[in-house]
C-alpha cells in the first residue's frame, strides 16, 4: 500500500503517496512527473538515472524512495533556471558533449555533483568521476572536454 | 578553418541540444497516457520445444489483470525482418530461441503485470535443438526450421540450416592461386556484439476513438515498422500512425519492428494506452544482437605483395530468425583493395539461440577484422612492411568494386598519409608497446529520401523530414537547408514528425541520412530558390535570367542595389499570385560513393596478465565536406569507442547447450567506459563526393570497423603473437604469450566440396 513520503525535489518540498517498493527513480519518474532520469538499466550499472542527493550524486534506481525521506533531491530538471542553462549544461550543449541524449540527464547530475566538490580536476579525474556513467554515442571525447570546459568557467566566474 | 561555405563547415551545437541537457527531450518511455496500462512478457525457458500447453485463465482473472494474449491472438500470419519471412510475431506452437516472448499481459501497473506473468503456466516438449552454427551446416544436425523451404522469400536448398547464401566471383581464382609466389591462409572468429543503446526498447499504443492506433515509438524506421505492424495485425496501414520519439540510440537494433506488436494488440483489445518498456535484461535475451562469425580467408600473393587472388568463406550465425536481412559482409572481403582474382561466399546460418540483428554496418566489422589482421599476416609472411602492402593494393579511382559500381574520385592515400604523419610509422617502441594499422570502408547509404521546406512570412523556414535523428541528422539538415537558401542556421526550424505528417522515407540507418536524405533537403531548397526567383523577377520588373541570388537576396545582375532578401520575398510571397511556397524534393537512390577510414593504434600489452592497453588510436576518414565538424568527430569519436570495445571488452557469450544469453546485463556485457580509453585523434581528410549534398560523404559506419585489427596487429607488433579471436581479452592474448592459442577448425573443403570446386 501506498506510503506518504516527504521529498525536497528541485527546492521544492514535495508530499506523495508512494509504494514502498518503489525506487527512488520510480517515484521521480511515474509520481512526481519528472521523466529526466533515465531508466537505462535499473541495475545501477549505466548511471542513466543519477541524481543529487544531498549534494552527491547517486544512482536513484537503486535507492528505495523512502529511505531518501527527508533528502533534498536535485534533478536534471532543477539545474537550469530562468536567466539559463547551469555552466555544465552550457558547455555539453557548446562542445558538443552529446548525440542520443539518453545518458546526459545522469552524465550531467555526475559531473555537476562532481565539479562542486572538486572545481579544478585534471582530464583524467573527470574520465574516473563519469566511470559510473555508460555512453555508447560519443566515445567520451566531447564529454570529457564539455566537464573540463564548465571546471574552468565555474572557477572563472568564481 | 577556410570555407567556400557560409554554414557548412562550422561547428553548430545540435538543434535539439536544450532540450537533451535539461532532460525535456521525451523518449517512448516518457510518454505518460490516462489510464495507461503497463505490459509485461513471459519469456520462453527453451531454444527449441513445442508448446503443449499454455495456460493464461489464472493470469487474466488476477485482480488488475486487463488482458492476457499469446500467439494465437495474433493472425496467423509469417513475418520477416529480412530477406525470409520466417517468423510469427510471437510464436504460435513452436519456441526457436531461449528468450523469445510466448505471451503478454497487460495489467493496471507494472508490479500487476509481474505478478501476473508468474501466473502463466506452459508445458514444453522439448526439440532436438543446435547452437554451434558449424555444427548447424553438418549432416545429422537439428533442424531449426523444418518448414524452411516453403517460406516466402527462399531461394536455393544448400543445407537444411542454411537461411542464406550471398556469393561474389571474379576472375580465375584457381589459376590465380596456382600461380601466385606464396598462399596464406587464416581463420578468424568475432564474437557476439550488443549494439549497447542506453534506451531499452520501449513503447506506448493507444487506440483512438475512431479506431486508429496510434504508437510512440522508440525507432529508427516510422515507415517500416507501420508496415510491419500493418502486416502482422493484418490492418491498413492507414489505419496506423507511428509518432518517433526521440531515439535513445539504436545503431540499427531498431531498424525494425520489435515488440511494438503487443502493446498495440492490447491496445486493441482494451481500448486502453499499454506502455511497454523493456528492461536490461530483456534487452540483452529478447532483442537481436549481433552473433559470432567466422571467417576463413587465403590470399594468393606475388613476391612484391601484389594480391592476385582471394578466397573467403564466412559464416554469419543468424540464430533462430533471420533478424537482419543477408549479412552485408559479402563485399568486404576484399577490403579496401584491388583484387582481380576472387571467390567470396557469405552463409547465414540458422541456429537455436537469439536472432540476429542490425548493428552499425552489420557484419562489416567482422570482415575487417579478417582481412585487415590478414594483411598483416601477409605483409610478414612476405617480409614487406605492413603500411606499404596497404598502399600497393589499395583501390585507385577507376578500380571496379565487388558491386560492380566504379570507385569514383576518393581519399583513401590521403587517409593512409595522414596516419602515418600523425603515429610515426614505422618507428622501434619498447618492450611490450606496438604499432598496428587497418583500413576500412563502406559506401554512402541511398535508399527512399524525400524533404519538404515551407517558408514562412517572416523569412524563416520550416524543414519537415521523415527520417528520425539518429546521429545529430536533424542538425545537419538544417545546416544543409539554410547554405542552399542563404540564411542562417537560426532561421530553419526542424519539425518533429510522424507517419500522419511528413513524407515517406527509408530508415534511418547504414549512414544514409545526411547523404540521400540531405541531397532531397538540399534540391528541395533549391526548388524554393528557383520559385522565389520568379517571384523576385515578377515584382522587380525584370527577366529571371537577369537576376542573382547571394546571401539571402535576389538582386539585379546589372544594378545590384535593386533588389529584396529572403524575408521581403517571404512575405511578399503569402499574397503573391503563386500563394506560399513550398520547396519539395524526394529521390530512390544515390550513385555509389566509397568511404574510406584509416586507422592507427599504438597499445601496451602487459606480459604477466595479458591486459592490452590502448595508449593512442587515430583515425583519419574522407568525409567529405564536413557539414558540421563538431557532428563529425563525434561520430567518429562514438564509433571508435564502440570498436575499442569490440577488440578488447565485449563478448555477448551464449549457452554452448542451450543458446542462452549468458550475461545479460552492462555489469557482464562490458563496454568501455570514460577512464579506459585514450584522448581522440582525428584527421578529417576532404575530397568531396562527386554526389553528395554540398560535396558530404557518409560518416558514421566505418569508425568502428578499425580497431580490433589494428588493435590485433599492434598486439602483434607488441609481443609477437597473433590472436585471431576476438575479443583480445586479458585471457586470451595471455593464452597466446603461454603458446596456447590453437588454430580454430573450419572445414573449408566441405563447402567447396558443397559447390563442386575441387580440392587443391
Known amino acids: ?158 | 578553418m577556410t570555407t567556400q561555405f557560409k554554414v557548412l563547415e562550422r561547428n553548430h551545437p545540435r538543434v535539439d541540444a536544450y532540450d537533451k541537457v535539461t532532460g525535456r527531450a521525451t523518449y517512448a518511455s516518457d510518454v505518460y497516457l490516462p489510464g495507461m496500462l503497463a505490459c509485461k512478457l513471459l519469456p520462453s525457458t527453451r531454444n527449441h520445444a513445442r508448446i503443449v500447453r499454455l495456460d493464461t485463465s489464472k493470469a487474466a482473472s488476477h485482480p488488475g489483470v486487463r488482458c492476457v494474449i499469446t500467439g494465437t491472438d495474433f493472425p496467423d500470419i509469417r513475418f520477416g525482418s529480412g530477406a525470409l519471412r520466417d517468423r510469427y510475431i510471437m510464436p504460435r506452437e513452436v519456441v526457436n530461441f531461449v528468450g523469445e516472448p510466448i505471451a503478454a499481459v497487460a495489467a493496471d501497473d507494472e508490479a500487476t503485470a509481474l505478478e501476473a506473468i508468474e501466473l502463466i503456466e506452459v508445458e514444453y516438449e522439448d526439440l532436438p535443438s543446435v547452437v554451434n552454427p558449424l555444427s548447424a551446416m553438418g549432416t545429422g544436425a537439428a533442424t531449426v526450421h523444418p518448414e524452411l523451404e516453403d517460406y516466402e522469400g527462399y531461394g536455393f536448398t544448400l543445407g537444411h540450416n542454411v537461411s542464406t547464401l550471398l556469393d561474389a566471383d571474379r576472375g580465375d581464382v584457381d589459376q590465380a592461386f596456382k600461380d601466385a609466389d606464396a598462399v596464406v591462409e587464416d581463420v578468424y572468429r568475432s564474437q557476439g556484439i550488443n549494439q549497447g543503446f542506453l534506451e531499452p526498447m520501449a513503447c506506448v499504443a493507444d487506440v483512438e476513438p475512431n479506431g486508429r492506433l496510434v504508437v510512440y515509438a522508440s525507432t529508427q524506421g516510422p515507415y517500416q515498422i507501420r508496415a510491419s505492424l500493418a502486416g502482422v495485425l493484418e490492418i491498413p496501414v492507414s489505419r496506423i500512425r507511428v509518432v518517433a520519439m526521440e531515439l535513445g540510440g539504436g545503431f540499427g537494433a531498431k531498424l525494425r519492428l520489435t515488440f511494438e506488436a503487443f502493446p498495440a494488440l492490447l491496445a486493441m483489445k482494451t481500448g486502453r494506452p499499454v506502455k511497454l518498456v523493456n528492461t536490461r535484461e530483456e534487452v540483452f535475451t529478447m532483442n537481436g544482437p549481433r552473433l559470432p562469425v567466422t571467417n576463413y580467408i587465403r590470399s594468393g600473393v606475388m613476391r612484391d605483395g601484389t594480391i592476385v587472388a582471394r578466397e573467403a568463406y564466412t559464416i554469419f550465425d543468424v540464430g533462430a530468425y533471420l533478424g537482419a536481412g543477408p549479412n552485408s559482409g559479402i563485399g568486404h572481403g576484399i577490403g579496401a583493395y584491388r583484387v582481380p582474382n576472387y571467390r567470396l561466399r557469405s552463409y547465414g546460418v540458422y541456429t537455436n539461440k537469439i536472432y540476429v540483428g542490425s548493428y552499425r554496418a552489420s557484419g562489416v566489422a567482422d570482415m575487417t577484422f579478417a582481412v585487415e589482421s590478414h594483411m598483416d599476416r601477409i605483409a610478414h609472411e612476405l617480409g614487406l612492411d605492413p603500411y606499404d602492402l596497404r598502399v600497393k593494393n589499395a583501390l585507385r579511382e577507376g578500380d571496379v568494386s565487388v558491386s560492380g559500381a566504379v570507385v569514383p574520385t576518393n581519399g583513401l592515400m590521403e587517409t593512409l598519409e595522414a596516419i602515418k604523419e600523425k603515429i610515426d610509422w614505422p618507428r622501434d617502441l619498447e618492450d611490450g608497446h606496438g604499432l598496428g594499422l587497418a583500413l576500412c570502408e563502406w559506401r554512402s547509404g541511398s535508399g527512399p529520401s524525400t524533404a519538404a521546406i515551407s517558408v514562412n512570412d517572416d523569412g524563416t523556414v520550416s524543414l519537415l523530414t521523415g527520417s528520425v535523428d539518429i546521429s545529430g541528422s536533424d542538425t545537419s539538415l538544417a545546416a544543409i537547408a539554410a547554405e542552399a537558401l542563404g540564411i542562417p542556421m537560426e532561421k530553419v526550424v526542424v519539425a518533429k514528425r510522424d507517419t500522419d505528417l511528413a513524407p515517406y522515407t527509408g530508415q534511418s540507418g547504414g549512414s544514409r541520412i545526411v547523404y540521400s536524405q540531405g541531397t532531397a533537403v538540399q534540391r528541395a531548397a533549391e526548388d524554393i530558390v528557383q520559385k522565389l526567383m520568379a517571384l523576385a523577377a515578377d515584382r522587380l520588373g525584370v527577366p529571371e535570367d537577369a537576376l542573382g541570388c547571394e546571401d539571402g537576396r535576389v538582386y539585379v545582375m546589372d544594378n545590384e542595389p535593386q533588389g529584396l532578401t529572403f524575408t521581403q520575398l517571404a512575405a511578399a510571397s503569402i499574397t503573391s499570385r503563386g500563394g506560399p511556397i513550398i520547396g519539395t524534393a524526394s529521390l530512390s537512390s544515390m550513385p555509389y560513393t566509397p568511404v574510406f577510414a584509416a586507422q592507427a593504434a599504438e597499445v601496451k600489452v602487459d606480459r604477466e596478465t595479458g591486459q592490452v592497453r590502448v595508449l593512442r588510436y587515430i583515425q583519419a576518414q574522407d568525409v567529405g565536406t564536413a557539414i558540421n565538424p563538431m557532428a563529425v568527430e563525434g561520430q567518429l569519436d562514438g564509433g571508435v569507442v564502440q570498436g575499442i570495445g569490440r577488440a578488447l571488452t565485449e563478448d555477448q557469450q551464449f549457452d554452448p547447450e542451450t543458446g542462452a544469453v549468458r550475461n545479460p546485463s552492462f555489469a557482464s556485457y562490458l563496454m568501455p567506459l570514460a577512464m579506459d580509453l585514450p584522448e581522440s585523434e582525428i584527421v578529417l581528410i576532404n575530397v568531396p563526393a562527386p554526389d553528395g549534398p554540398f560535396g558530404a560523404r557518409a560518416v558514421a559506419e566505418p569508425p568502428g570497423f578499425g580497431p580490433p585489427a589494428a588493435i590485433a596487429n599492434a598486439v602483434y607488433d607488441a609481443v609477437g603473437v597473433r590472436v585471431k579471436e576476438l575479443p583480445l581479452s586479458g585471457e586470451r592474448v595471455l593464452a597466446a604469450l603461454n603458446g596456447q592459442n590453437a588454430d580454430i577448425d573450419f572445414d573449408v573443403e566441405a563447402l567447396r566440396r558443397a559447390e563442386g570446386i575441387a580440392a587443391d
Open chain 1, 1 to 158: 500500500m501506498k506510503q506518504p513520503l516527504t521529498l525536497t525535489i528541485n527546492g521544492e518540498s514535495r508530499l506523495m503517496l508512494v509504494e514502498p517498493y518503489y525506487s527512488l527513480l520510480d517515484c521521480l519518474r511515474d509520481e512526481a512527473q519528472l521523466t529526466g532520469a533515465k531508466k537505462g538499466c535499473d541495475e545501477g550499472d549505466c548511471g542513466a538515472c543519477t541524481v543529487l542527493m544531498d549534494g552527491k550524486p547517486v544512482t536513484s534506481c537503486l535507492i528505495l524512495a523512502h529511505s531518501a525521506h527527508d533528502c533534498d533531491i536535485t534533478t536534471i530538471e532543477g539545474l537550469a533556471t530562468v536567466d539559463g542553462l547551469s555552466p555544465v549544461q552550457k558547455a555539453f550543449v557548446e562542445h558538443g558533449g552529446l548525440q542520443c541524449g539518453f545518458c546526459i540527464p545522469g552524465l550531467i547530475m555526475s559531473a555537476t555533483g562532481f565539479l562542486q566538490a572538486n572545481p579544478d580536476p585534471t582530464e583524467e579525474d573527470v574520465r574516473f568521476a563519469i566511470g559510473g556513467n555508460l555512453c555508447r554515442c560519443t566515445g567520451y571525447a566531447r564529454v570529457v572536454e564539455a566537464v573540463m570546459a564548465a571546471a574552468q568557467e565555474m572557477r572563472e566566474g568564481r
